[in-house]
């Protein structure tokens, strides 16, 4: 969530950059613009201490996609949220131009590199390897985005190049925003102070394998960041990859097991009688180069916070249950098996009418007081909400 720099100064920054987009989404003139709103309501009561707090808030979504000409397509996203304040966001705000040979993407948006729904070894622009700390019942738990150029080249039906530039790199977590963000455009950094990256990919097809080799430079960490990610299926849908993080400067290599990330996992969807389905995930990240004995004293923080320990090994456990075309059952988990913590996560969706969503989740998390996941963040959660999308 990215702070829009207070209601109105926020919401007046939204307006001029909408108005800014929208006619380039609107060409040509006809009514050629998908238009959608979603609309969703959360409320949450939690055991913090000895005590208990809640909480309500509002967020919205504007989505507005570019239809009928095949060559060039565009999409705004305009994102707000009511609660102790106003807060606004532009997730994604770009223009993909198709020619012969290429195609070519600019503005705001995220490029999907990589295997993994959470840990990824392949994400080297965004970054997958982290732990998560706050809500787990999102659909895309990744889904940072960031200003970039990409050229995209098709080698054949399933092998391609892609190219990326990112000329203010990705925008701090806990930063952001559309004031941050037109900062950053209107006083771009002068050369010799590049705080950006840039990259390059290839997909390929070998049998049943899908191969991707690739390379990001990322200038502000000051580090290569080289991979391998291979992907495919026996019995259930496999992903492996791996990265390092190399410096720039003067790398040692005596410390690659440092720099080394791996992640893999498995999915696999069962179709049950009566429309019915179950659907299992399980994901793991592993650093030979992090912390294996869990943190005391001092070290000891939790996570999300930006000096908590890094352990060697993570899990993400999940299983996701259609009980009928409208409801839904779905249990998630970030484990941290190194500090034996884990935040857990149970969630019901029912899909009243078309458009119209509720659901309830529960979260909690189990842990001693100095682990990644205990009880000094707070007691079990429970979040009541509906959503509407028209």
Known sequence: MRRGGGPGGGALLAAVLAAALLPILAVPARAEVSASVTLSAYGTVARYGDGAVAGAFLKSRLDLQ??????????????????????VDIPRAWIRVRFPVLRLTAGRSRLSWGEGFVFNAGDVIFGSLDLLSGDLSAAALRDETAWLTALYVPL?????????????????????????????????????ELAGGAGLRGVFRLGGLKLEPGWYADWAEGEHRPYLSLQGHFLADWHLSAVLAVPLTEPEWSRAGDWLALTGGLFHLTRLAGGRSLALRLEAVMRPGARWQAAEGDEALPAGHPDAPVYGLALFPEAAVALSDTLSLQLRALVSPVDLSALGLLAVSWNVYQGLRLFANVAAMAGDGDDLYGWRQGGPALTLGAEFIY
């Open 156 to 192: 054949g039906p399933l092998s391609f190049l892609e190219a990326v530039v990112l000329p203010f790199g990705t925008p701090p977590r806990e930063a952001g925003g559309l004031r941050d963000t037109l900062a950053g455009l209107l006083n771009p950094l002068p050369l010799g």
């Open 66 to 87: 570019s239809t009928g000409n095949e060559n060039v397509r565009g999409q705004l996203q305009l994102d707000g949220w009511v609660g102790d304040g106003l807060y």
